[in-house]
């Protein structure tokens, strides 16, 4: 069975060295479809594992296997151990499937483009990062998935290496994300030296006996948190999110909607016996994600990009999961991950099927009247709006209400989150309902007609989406081509899948009715404070699931009223309430205070000591304290460096002199 | 323990005075000319000036050789008190002397086949 | 009286001692020999075949626990494993030698057999446990080694650094000697486990003057060899000077033996000094770590820097034995190895070429390989990465080895003291680094074509000719290693434990 799970490992990267390779050789979409198969192995392995797992008794359902021992002495137990439980086995079949079609969408979707084959190389190089993050059992192979996942992603956001603002967005992402990397690194030193060990179970079999809020492990899981926010784009780390939807867009489904992000809340989840002893972690966590999900709400209302539109709601969405798994609600946080990332992949699909219809166009101003143009884009959109929105029976609605419903358990300030998630949650609908009618409803544009007389629109222009800068179609830029889910086969099943997903998934854990996630996850958590205590009574349930429902369809009538009947609405809306409208069009400034907070005294900083400092202090004699002192250093030690024995001689009787004195005196 | 070291003494004492004696003896036994004039001590008519100067150069075969001779020389003192005890010491010694001898014997053919035992 | 028998020798526990002591008589015979190919290919060869006999006599010994030849010598893991590192250093520096102006000019037998004698000398120093035996070892390693340095007769700066070394050197011994006579004065006894008894007794003379000074002459006397600051001037000297295959065998292998005698004398005769010695040696690691790094920062010479930076990593490697714990050791012993890998590669790097280039070791050598000659390119990038204890290289665990030991011993500050030291080591390494990537290979640098045209006659000392494949072998072998070790630690680490676990009476 470990052997399964190993394959599952080599498949992506036996994939990634392939097609790297050859990545000048494979002919047409040759390496797309190596990847593909690569990634589909993986799946099917993830299923033998999976199988395998349940075949075994509910107490033995934690098993290690470890490749080799990277350093095993004096204390630290360094392994590339992977760890096979049920919560891994889950991760592991979301991302291998949900990989899988987004493989299968991309082998179209990137066709046409002159990095084809240097795009699958990425893409199953980051699947391969993703399960190795996904599988560690020790903090080592964690650590080196959760820095290759970064690097993947980095790499695929600026994939159109020669747009100014893709790389930019790339570096964004990465230098964000090696602060988590770092936290995550002095996090887990912190475990180190708590528990002596970085292996998981060892850690988790210690974990209960430790004290409650020991202030070394608090700051540890905090430390570890951090890099949890950064991956999980999470506040304040959440500003390279946004930026990464420079990436091609099926990068955004897979990577920053389906699977990455999540990664956080998996970390939470998989720390859990730490963060039970550590609640003043777990709470920094629930309510990092309560501000998070809400203020990210906020931002997709005005956000014109359809892109930034998915990526906020994306913020939010996971928001929800970071809360959950930070109160408690271990199995409600993972349900959602599983359902978002079915109609999170899905609307990032359709996304990408209207910017292939737009020949490469993210402005939602400029569409509209897709819904006869593309009919097979607007359903599935559609599933994946409603399954976001809450509305019963697709699978967010019940995702999102379970995580509600068991934070609200923990009672206490707890209802202040819940409550932020419930309007969140209208909000969530609002804006993703704002994007299907204005993307889909109203009058056809150009493009939209064209494609109804059955001609895909084609840019004579090229331009960068971002910043309307002109660009051709060579390496490094998008290729000539676009494709719309109507017309691409593969594009069309992966769509049509998650679709079936996003519908159904839900059907897994239906309150009072069904709990598969819950009792194939109970092993993992077997022993947790919360993990079945927080259930909440039948009647709590039910309110909270009408009072959801409800929630889901005001908003959805709320967009229909603004974006559908009364189309004028909104800019009245705008101009009355403009410094709202601002806030949430900005960002909440967010880029802007990070720029006013750090880069900006940092580079002022950098300035004046440039120009100010340097020039008027000394011109040449200080360059900043430290140098000063290691040149003036480097002077003296050279200066003594006469190569003249005599002075090496004084030397040495100073030096003698000096030991011997020192041995003298301190008896 | 001191008196143990008291042949030593008497053999340093005896070393020195030897030397002293060999030194003067010459001077103090010797004939001195009554008249000495500068062209008594130059040698006759013709041939090297006996008088060795501070820069006077010997030849580099000359060092060499009084080192190696003195190399083992000194080396062969250690075979003494193997030759003393060696019904004590039994076999063990006897192969210690034969190590001894080899590897002596190594640097005999090394100094040999290097050439600096010719004299150049 | 005498005793009636002779100690008794232990042949097998021995037998990597004389393995080497052999071959370098037998090379040294050898190479009388008339036959150019004899002397050329034969003597080195022998010389590789001792060694490698020595290596697997030493494998083959590897769980030995004794004391041999009346208890002068003591062959265990420590003594083993850092013999084995000697040997490793000697075999490599053998091969860089191979194509070398030194041994043509000192003569092969002499310079090989000169060779093997000092690592015989180091492998008796590291298995000393015995005043007398500690420093007949320390002259054994160190007489050799000063002939060595001056062995390109006919290039005076060889001889400058031969006689400084001398010289220097000299004055170490004497120290040292004084030192151990003082010791022996104070404690009476010259057995390593006896001095430890003396010391431990009540009323004994662990605060006796006699002891301290002797103390004291003897941490200097060992830290000439190590050249740790401020008796580390000799160092670059003698290093630039030298020939660089000798300046590769005395910056790895000498620091070998060196530290490896330090374990032994500090962590086993004096160890119930160790408040005593333990401040003063975290000071001179400090001052070492100080100036090595500030001193490497600024040359144009790699030798120079390399040798620089050996004192520093002296220093980062002196905080293991600090802290007297089987951790410390067993982190000096891993890093020893990284150090000793990365080292030779950088060396085989500037030996190839100071000979492609006719440039000598000026940084310039070296510019531009990263497109030309990437075989050497890399080898060196590793090797200063590897150095400055970048991650993923054996340099960086066992510097956070090194660390995690002084920080285990309650001397956390002098692990900050390397993390500082390192930091500011990136400065010289990463220059060479840039030099080799990111600037054009200058114009002047004669580029050989197979050495057709205009063959250079085979016994210039300088001006270019090809490398040598076997030159190119080390620095990919050797940089190998800290990649190798980087990502598989697992062997290297069983080596040091086993090491460390000789010094069981540690924590």
């Known amino acids: 069975m470990t052997t399964a799970a190993w394959l599952v490992l080599a498949f992506p990267l036996a994939g990634t060295v392939i097609i790297g390779l050859g990545h000048r050789a494979w002919p047409g979409r040759m390496a797309g479809w190596i990847g593909t198969l690569a990634i589909l192995a993986s799946f099917i392995c993830s299923i033998v594992v999976f199988v395998n797992l349940q075949d075994r008794d509910e107490h033995h359902r934690q098993v290690t296997s470890t490749l080799f021992d990277y350093a095993d002495t004096v204390g630290v137990d360094a392994k590339l151990t992977i760890l096979v439980d049920p919560l891994s086995v889950l991760m592991m079949l979301v991302v291998t499937g949900v990989s899988t079609l987004i493989h299968l969408y991309s082998v179209t979707y990137m066709t046409g483009d002159r990095g084809f084959s240097r795009y699958f190389a990425y893409l199953n190089f980051f699947v391969f990062s993703m399960l190795v993050l996904v599988l560690a059992g020790n903090f080592v192979p964690l650590i080196i998935g959760w820095a290759f996942v970064g690097a993947a992603s980095y790499l695929l956001i600026s994939f159109w290496y020669r747009r100014r603002t893709a790389t930019r967005a790339g570096v964004k992402a990465f230098v964000i994300n090696v602060v988590g990397d770092i936290g995550l690194m002095f996090g887990a030193y912190f475990v180190l030296r708590e528990f002596a060990t970085l292996d998981f179970l060892g850690v988790f079999e210690q974990a209960p006996g430790t004290a409650v809020n020991t202030g070394n492990l608090v700051a540890g899981m905090i430390l570890i948190l951090v890099g949890a926010f950064a991956k999980s784009a999470q506040m304040p780390f959440h500003t390279w999110l946004a930026d990464a939807m420079e990436g091609p867009t099926p990068v955004s489904s897979l990577i920053h909607a389906a699977t990455m992000v999540t990664a956080g809340v998996y970390l939470i989840a998989r720390l859990w016996p730490l963060f039970e002893v550590t609640p003043a972690a777990a709470n920094v966590a629930a309510i990092v994600g309560a501000v998070t999900l809400f203020v990210a709400a906020t931002i997709a209302l005005t956000q014109t990009d359809i892109k930034r539109v998915i990526a906020y709601s994306t913020m939010s969405q996971i928001g929800y999961m970071i809360m959950g798994v930070g109160a408690g609600a271990y199995a409600a946080g993972m349900f959602h991950f599983m359902t978002h990332a079915f109609f999170k992949a899905l609307l990032f699909m359709g996304a990408g099927s209207v910017i292939g219809a737009m020949a490469g166009i993210q402005d939602m101003d400029r569409m509209g009247g897709f819904r006869r143009a593309m009919p097979f884009t607007f359903a599935t959109m559609l599933v994946g709006g409603l399954a976001l929105s809450g509305v019963p029976p697709f699978s967010g609605f019940f995702s999102k209400d379970e995580i509600l419903a068991w934070t609200a358990q923990r009672g206490g300030w707890f209802w202040i989150l819940v409550v932020a998630g419930y309007v969140a949650a209208f909000l969530t609908a609002v804006y993703t309902f704002r994007m299907i009618f204005r993307v889909f409803g109203g009058e056809p544009v150009p493009e939209a007609r064209e494609l109804e007389q059955g001609h895909l629109h084609h840019a004579e222009v090229h331009v960068n989406p971002t910043d309307g800068e002109v660009e051709d179609t060579d390496v490094g830029f998008p290729g000539p081509e676009h494709f719309v889910a109507e017309r691409a086969f593969p594009m069309k099943v992966a769509m049509g899948t998650l679709a079936l997903l996003a519908t159904v998934a839900g059907a897994l854990q239906i309150p009072e009715v069904t709990h598969a996630i819950d009792s194939f996850l109970h092993p993992t958590f077997e022993g947790s404070r919360y993990y079945e205590s927080l259930a909440p009574s039948e009647s709590f349930t039910f309110i909270g699931m009408a009072v959801g429902a409800a929630i889901g369809l005001g908003g959805i009538f709320v967009a229909w009223q603004l974006w559908s009947r009364h189309r004028g609405v909104t800019a009245q809306l705008i101009t009355r309430l403009k410094p709202l409208y601002a806030l949430s069009h900005n960002k909440w400034y967010f880029d802007e205070i990070i720029d006013a907070l750090f880069v900006r005294p940092a580079a002022w900083f950098g300035r004046f000591a440039q120009q100010t400092f340097e020039r008027l202090v000394v011109n040449g004699a200080i360059v900043g304290g430290a140098s000063l002192i290691v040149r003036a250093g480097s002077a003296a030690v050279r200066a003594a460096q006469s190569g003249l024995l005599r002075s090496y001689a004084a030397l040495l009787v100073l030096g003698v002199g000096g030991v011997a004195l020192y041995f003298l005196l301190q008896s | ?120 | 009286m005498i005793a009636a028998t002779g100690p008794h020798i232990d042949v097998e526990a021995l037998s990597p001692l004389l393995a080497l002591t052999g071959g370098g008589l037998v090379v040294l015979l050898v190479g009388l020999l008339r036959p150019r190919v004899v002397r050329e290919v034969l003597v080195p060869l022998l010389a590789l075949a001792s060694l490698a006999a020595a290596l697997g006599l030493a494998i083959w010994q590897w769980d030995a626990d004794e004391e041999i030849i009346a208890g002068a010598l003591r062959v265990d893991t420590l003594a083993l494993a850092f013999t084995a590192f000697v040997i490793v250093a000697a075999a490599i520096t053998v091969l860089l030698s191979w194509r070398a102006v030194a041994p043509r000019e000192a003569a092969h037998g002499e310079y090989y057999a000169m060779l093997l004698v000092s690592a015989a000398g180091m492998s008796v120093l590291v298995q000393a446990q015995n005043l007398v035996s500690l420093f007949i070892g320390f002259e054994l390693l160190s007489v050799p080694l000063y002939v060595l340095c001056a062995s390109e007769m006919r290039r005076s700066s060889s001889l400058e650094a031969g006689l400084k070394y001398l010289i220097i050197g000299s004055v170490g011994s004497a120290t040292l000697l004084y030192g151990l006579a003082l010791i022996y004065g104070a404690t009476g006894r010259t057995d390593f486990a006896a001095i430890a008894d003396a010391l431990n007794s009540v009323g004994g003379p662990v605060s006796d003057p006699l002891f301290l000074t002797g103390l004291a002459l003897s941490v200097v006397g060992l830290a000439f060899k190590v050249s740790v600051a401020p008796f580390h001037q000799w160092t670059p000297d003698a290093y630039e000077g030298a020939p660089t295959p000798v300046t590769a065998f005395m910056a790895t292998a000498t620091k070998v033996a060196a530290l490896g005698v330090i374990i032994r004398f500090f962590d086993v005769a004096l160890i119930n000094a160790q408040p005593d010695w333990a401040p003063a040696l975290a000071a001179l690691a400090t001052i070492t770590i100080v100036v090595g790094n500030v001193g490497a920062i600024g040359q144009t010479s790699v030798k120079r820097l390399l040798a620089w930076s050996s004192v520093a990593q002296a220093g980062y490697m002196l905080a293991g034995i600090v802290v007297g714990t089987q951790h410390g050791i067993e982190a000096v012993a891993f890093y020893l190895a990284a150090y000793l890998v990365m080292n030779m590669a950088a060396f085989a790097v500037v030996v190839a070429r100071a000979r492609e280039t006719g440039l000598g070791d000026a940084i310039e050598a070296l510019e531009g390989i990263g497109q030309s000659k990437p075989l050497l390119a890399w080898p060196m990038t590793i090797a200063m990465l590897g150095l400055a204890g970048i991650p993923g290289t054996a340099g960086f665990i066992g510097k956070f080895f090194l660390i995690d030991g002084a920080v285990d011993g309650d001397y956390a500050w002098l692990g900050i003291v390397i993390v500082v030291g390192s930091a500011v080591s990136l400065v010289y390494y990463l220059k060479v680094v840039a030099a080799m990537w990111m600037r054009p290979a200058p114009r002047s640098v004669p580029v050989l074509a197979g050495g057709a045209v205009d063959d250079p006659p085979a016994d210039a000392p300088a001006g270019p000719r090809a490398a040598g494949g076997e030159v190119t072998l080390v620095a990919v072998g050797c940089a190998a290693g800290p990649v190798v070790f980087g990502v598989l630690p697992g062997p290297l680490f069983d080596i040091a434990r086993d090491a460390a676990a000789a010094m069981s009476h540690l924590f």
């Not at chain 2, 030897?18 to 004939?31: I, S």
């Not at chain 2, 004039?37 to 060795?52: C, D, F, H, I, M």
């Not at chain 2, 080396?75 to 010491?89: C, T």
């Not at chain 2, 063990?92 to 090394?110: D, K, N, Q, R, S």
């Open chain 2, 1 to 120: 323990m001191l008196r143990s070291y008291l042949p030593a003494l008497v053999f340093l004492a005896i070393g020195g005075i030897l030397a002293l004696v060999f030194t003067y003896a010459n001077t103090l036994l010797g004939p001195t000319p009554r008249k000495t004039v500068k062209a008594t001590y130059e040698p006759y008519e013709s041939g090297l000036p006996s008088e060795v100067k501070r820069t006077f150069r010997f030849g580099i075969s000359f060092y060499m050789i009084a080192m190696l001779f003195l190399l083992f020389d000194v080396e062969v003192i250690f075979l003494f008190p193997v030759a003393v005890k060696l019904r004590e010491f039994g076999t063990f010694a006897m192969y210690e002397a034969i190590t001894f001898i080899g590897l002596l014997a190594v640097a005999f053919v090394y100094v040999w086949r290097r050439g600096a035992l010719s004299w150049r």
